[in-house]
Nanobody, 113 residues
């Protein structure tokens, strides 16, 4: 039972950067794995990046080399640093605990051409 509150989205030009935050509530935060997903209008939710309790990270091929997921266990927060943004990165970004099947409300990221 983890609640997520995402923030940090906005409107940026192609090539710009944003850092998203996911504040999570839960007593087992440090032992959990988390992931960022995104969903564009008319498309299915897609996995973007994940981070394990060991801080090992994984990325989808579409964002690898441009995005970086990290965590601050002291703040119960997961971050997603997004660089070299492309218009196809546009969507609602949401955070989840791996395997939970639930997400936060999400934060909108819009990348203009």
């Amino acid at each position: 039972q983890v609640q997520f509150v995402e923030s940090g989205g906005g409107l940026v030009q192609a090539g710009g950067s944003l850092r998203l935050s996911c504040a999570a509530a839960g007593s087992t935060f440090s032992s959990n794995a988390f992931a960022w997903f995104r969903q564009a209008p008319g498309k299915r939710r897609e996995w973007v990046a994940s981070i394990l309790s060991s801080s090992t990270t994984n990325y989808s091929s579409s964002v690898k080399g441009r995005f970086a997921i990290s965590r601050d266990n002291a703040k119960n927060t997961v971050y997603l640093q997004m660089n070299s943004l492309k218009p196809e990165d546009t969507g609602v970004y949401s955070c989840t605990r791996l395997g939970s099947g639930t997400w936060g409300q999400g934060t909108q990221v819009t990348v203009s051409s």
